[in-house]
Structure formats: C-alpha cells, structure tokens
C-alpha cells in the first residue's frame, strides 16, 4: 500500500496536467472547485486514477468528501492504493490535447499562451494561485519528481479561464463590485434564476467559480441594431460576439431584413422543395469552386455529414481531428485525445457520450510532425482528415503551410481532407480558406456567416464526394440512375424558406463586394488589436490580443475574470467563451468605445492593485 505522501505528490502531477497549471501551484489545501474543477474535468480524473491506483471515485466524492487533493490522497491510501499501476513509458505526446505553437514568422503572437493550449512545463513559479507567502506556508515542499501521470487535456468547455488568485483584495473589491454590476443588470439575473429552475442550458454553468457565483449569468438582450444590443435593464452594448459570428453585417442588415420580410409576405411552408435553394447552392459553388452541396439546420449537423459522407466514398472507418479544433457537439468529435503517445482511437470527451462512439477517431496535434507521422502510418484505415483550418480558439495557429501537407499527405492515400469553416467561411474571403490560402479540400462545411442570422449548416463537395447523400446525379430521359449507394440523410427544416432567403440575400452581397469586404474587415481588426496590444504593454498588463481576418481573441495566462465584467459594466458585450469579433457595422466610433472601456477597467483594477504584471519584458 502507498502512503498518502507518495501518492499526493502523484496526484500534484496529476491534477497540474488536468488544470493546465505548473506543480508548484498546486496547493494540496485548496478545494478543487475553487481551483477551476467542474464536472467534466473530474470525470476525467476519476478515470485515470481508477486505471492508476484501482480506486473507483465518484465526481460527487470530489465535491463533498474529499475535496482536496490532500484528502483524495489520503482516502486513496487509505483505501489499499497501489501507486504506479497503469504509469505509461512517457507523458502523452503526439495525441495530446496540446497543438503545436506556431514558428515566429506566422503571427506576432507568440507569448503570454493562455489556458487554451497549457504546457505546465513554461510556468514559473510567480504565476502560482496564491501569493508566495501564502503558498509557502498552505502547501508542503515536493522535492522528488514522481513518474508521469498521462491525463489528456480535453478543450474544458464549462471551465473558460485560469484560476484565480484569491487574495483579500480580491475578497473585498468583489464585495464592492458585486453590487454594482447586479444592480446594474438585476432582470437578467433574476431571468437567469428563472432559467435555472425550467431550462437545462449549458451557458448557465460556463466558467462557474465560487467568488463569483453572484455574476454568474448571461445578459439577456431584447434590442438589436448594427454594432449594438440592449438588456431587458435597459442598458446599451457595442456588441462583440455578433452572433458567435454569425453576423458579419452586423444585427438587422435592411438587405437580410427586407429578404426575410418579402418571403414572410409571400408565404412559406414545409414539406416542399425550396425554389431559393437551387439560387443558394448556385451562389456558394460559385464562390467556392465547389461542386455540391447539401443543406441542414446547423454546423453540428453540417460536420456530421461530412464525416458520414467522407466514411461512404472511402468506405473507411476512422477520423483524424485536431486538439485546437472545434466541430460542434456530435458524439463522435466529442473525443479527447488517447492515453499513450502514437495511440490509435481517442476518449469520449464527458458522461453521456459512449466510448465506443469515438472508437474511430484520433485527436492529433495540430501543427506536429508527430500528426503526420500517424496519418501516414494508418493511411489505409484514414477515411478522413478533419480541421478548423484556423482555430477560432486559437488564432495563432494559423498555418497554411502545414494545411498544404495535410492536403499532399491526403490526397496521395485517397483520403478525404474536410475543412471545418463554420467560423471562417465567407467571413475571412469569399472562398473561405480555400480562397485565402490556395489549398483545395474535398469536402467543406460551412455555417454562421452564410445563415444571415438564420439557422444553417452546408455541406460542400468536390466531384463526387456527396453523391452518398443522394446516390448521384442522374438525368431524365436516358437509362442514367442514381448509382452510388446512399447512405442515410434528412431532416424537416433543411432547406427551410425563411433560412434560404437570409442566405441568398447574405451570399449576393457578399458577391458584390468580393475580397474587398474582408480585407477591409481585417484592416478594421488589426487597428483595433494593434490599440488593445499597446494599450496592454503601456501598462504591463500580461494580455496579448491576437486577430486572424475580423476575429481575435485576448490571450493570456492569468484569470481577467474582473476585467471582462469590468468590460460589460462599461458597456462592452462580450459572450462567455470570449472569442471577439467585427461586422461591417462596426464605424470606428464603436471601437473607440470600446478601447476607452479597456483603459477605464485597466485603470480601476489596477487602482485596487488587481491586475497581474508582466515579468522579463
């Protein structure tokens, strides 16, 4: 049996690699909720700890009866724990949830890593969750390094920041601010106590942390215009989620407002075929180069398609995807990437989503030579390679040049390259990537953008790639039939009226204004980057704001949870998952707000000396 210290300095490694923290800012005292654990992550940890020690835990044990990981160290040796049962030759490597950083010369934004992409290994030891004194004297001195524990880190999707450091300064601004913000927004906070009782939605729980508990809730807005929302409490927002991106042309364009409205007055039903979706597909093969495509109600839908279609021309099985790459919440991407270095198959991502349902995929690290090596050496058995082919979480990691080895490598094994443009499509060119990088896929999902605000996921093909979803194109009037055999595809509201008019009406004023749209969206993005960036080096503020087109996000290694309700106080909408992003609707007005609503938050924080400094720059 393992004594409780020899197993807590285990489960140090263990947890570290779970939270994406260093070693040393583990405090063994500390409940794990308070350090950032949510349901999700501890399902995760009770898993590898049953294959390590043999122990069967319960995540509702990590909440109530050992909520430290000194307690769960003691119950584990008081529980006959064998340390070093299932300890792999090496940490996970290639099949980590970890993606390659980009070379120097692909984006200025190369520092201050945020939890998106954790290596433990790079944090020093003033970046820890409690303050050295604090530290020293709540955690024991851990001076052997134990084996490795191989714990993937799957994208967190209730856990959206790092931990923060919970001093008394902390404590106290929070008391002050607390009401400040609640008084301000108090409908929205009593709909989100209504919510809870009647709907079960995700967004309730999103980056949930006891200190601020009490501002744990989604604005609820009821006006839209442009670059602006308003809350049900009456206050205005220059809007930066847009609709998860959706909204390219910002809320109500009159273009999408007068499609919708002209079809409304025509009238529309169900259970008919679209007359607009022959315009539609049309307007998308044109300006994507494509030569099919299909239509469903969401990008979740739309991924799940492709991969159904890529799995029926192949008549292969398994899937590639990557850790920085998010494909919706089908079952089958749900996935974490597999225990060992080079292994086949992955994990399911949470509770609810069979193993067996991810049996055939991989989750590679995108950007490594690693990923390469694997499809290569399972290219008989690769149906398809799929990839955000810039990550929405991460836009650092855009390399086009890695994108054209997947392209050689898929096409020498006739497998089918599927990008992901959900986020990207029609937003960063016209063509998408494709567009913008040159790099031709076999199959393309689209989403967002296209839908005008509407609900819509395309799938697009090259040559024959979709004819599964149908059998094939065939004609009247000759012996041709649909001869590829089908596999299986529908749904009541695909090609639904409403969704057909807002994207014809999206698509020929996309047509209409060609590149031009998204350089000058991008020019607009890099401006106001490049304020945010000097903004946060004039006050050492270890932010770095990093764009790719019109889309960008803040990265940063430390908890600014008060900074981005600091923001929404100011007027400044951003959603949970903070990915920001501009629309045609944004004039330089907008972003001047939204600049001074950085500075003013900078400045309160740093007033109540809340803010993290940087260090060696």
């Not at 260093?22 to 294959?51: K, Y």
């Not at 953008?449 to 059998?471: C, K, S």
Request: hydrophobic fraction near 40%; proline fraction near 5%; glycine fraction near 10%.
């Amino acid at each position: 049996m393992a004594s409780a210290i020899s197993i807590e300095r285990e489960l140090v490694t263990l947890f570290a690699a779970a939270f994406g923290l260093a070693e040393n800012e583990m405090n063994i005292a500390t409940p794990l909720v308070e350090m950032g654990a949510d349901s999700l992550l501890l399902f995760d940890v009770a898993d590898a700890l049953r294959r390590r020690y043999g122990v069967r835990l319960t995540v509702r044990q990590f909440f109530a009866d050992i909520p430290t990981i000194g307690k769960v160290a003691e119950y584990l040796s008081r529980s006959g724990a064998e340390s070093g049962r299932d300890t792999p030759e090496e940490p996970v490597g290639m099949n980590a949830g970890t993606d390659a950083e980009p070379a120097p010369e692909s984006g200025a934004c190369s520092i201050h890593h945020a939890a998106l992409s954790p290596d433990v290994t790079k944090h020093s030891a003033d970046e820890g969750i409690l303050p050295a004194g604090e530290r020293a004297d709540a955690s024991r001195k851990l001076s052997s390094a134990p084996t490795p524990v191989a714990v993937p880190v799957p994208f967190r999707w209730l856990s959206r920041s790092a931990l923060p450091d919970e001093t008394t300064a902390r404590h106290d601004y929070l008391a002050r601010f607390i009401p400040r913000y609640a008084g301000k927004t108090s409908r929205s906070k009593q709909h989100a106590a209504d919510v809870r009782r009647i709907i079960a939605d995700s967004r309730s729980g999103i980056g949930f942390k006891p200190s601020v508990k009490e501002l744990l809730y989604p604005l609820v807005c009821d006006t839209f215009s442009g670059a602006e929302v308003g809350d049900i409490d009456g206050n205005g927002y220059v809007d930066m989620t847009m609709g998860f991106g959706s909204h390219l042309f910002g809320h109500q364009p009159d273009f999408i407002i007068g499609a919708l409205q002209e079809r409304l007055a025509h009238s529309f039903g169900l259970g008919t075929r679209s007359e607009a979706a022959l315009t539609v597909a049309g307007l998308i093969t044109e300006l994507t180069g494509m030569d099919r495509v299909a239509f469903v109600n969401s990008g979740t839908e739309a991924v799940m398609n492709a991969v159904r279609a890529a799995r029926a021309y192949t008549r292969r099985d398994h899937v590639v995807i990557f850790a920085s790459s998010y494909h919706g919440h089908w079952d089958a991407v749900l996935a974490t990437p597999g225990d060992f270095p080079g292994a086949y198959g992955a994990r399911a991502l949470s509770v609810g989503i069979p193993q067996n349902m991810v049996a055939d995929v991989s989750v590679l690290a995108f950007g490594s030579e690693a990923a390469l090596e694997f499809i290569e050496k399972h290219r008989h058995r690769i149906a398809a390679v799929m990839v955000e082919p810039v990550p929405t979480r991460d836009p650092r990691l855009a390399l086009p040049d890695y994108l054209r080895q997947l392209r050689t490598l898929t096409a020498n094994h006739g497998i089918m390259l599927i990008f992901d443009e959900i986020v990207t499509g029609f937003r960063v060119h016209p063509a998408g990537i494709q567009g913008l990088y040159g790099i031709k896929a076999d199959i393309v999902t689209y989403g967002k953008t296209i839908g005008g605000g509407m609900p819509l996921g395309v799938i697009a093909g090259r040559g024959n790639t979709l004819d599964a979803i149908d059998g094939g194109g065939w004609s009247f009037g000759d012996h041709s039939y649909p001869a590829t055999e089908a596999t299986f595809f529908g749904g009541t509201y695909f090609q639904h009226p409403l969704s057909m008019a807002a994207a014809q009406a999206t698509l020929t004023e996309i047509k209409g204004q060609g590149v031009a749209l998204s350089q000058a969206l991008a020019k607009k993005t890099d401006g106001l980057v490049a304020r945010l960036n000097q903004l946060f080096h004039e006050r050492r503020v270890p932010i770095t704001a990093c764009s790719f087109s019109s889309f960008f996000r803040l990265i940063h290694r430390e908890n600014f949870d008060l900074l981005y309700y600091n923001l929404l106080l100011r007027g400044v909408y951003i959603w949970e998952w903070r990915c920001w992003f501009l629309s045609v609707a944004h004039e330089q007005t907008h972003l001047d707000r939204v600049v001074k609503a950085f500075s003013d938050s900078l400045d309160e924080l740093a007033e109540h000396r809340l803010l993290p400094q940087m260090t060696g720059r």
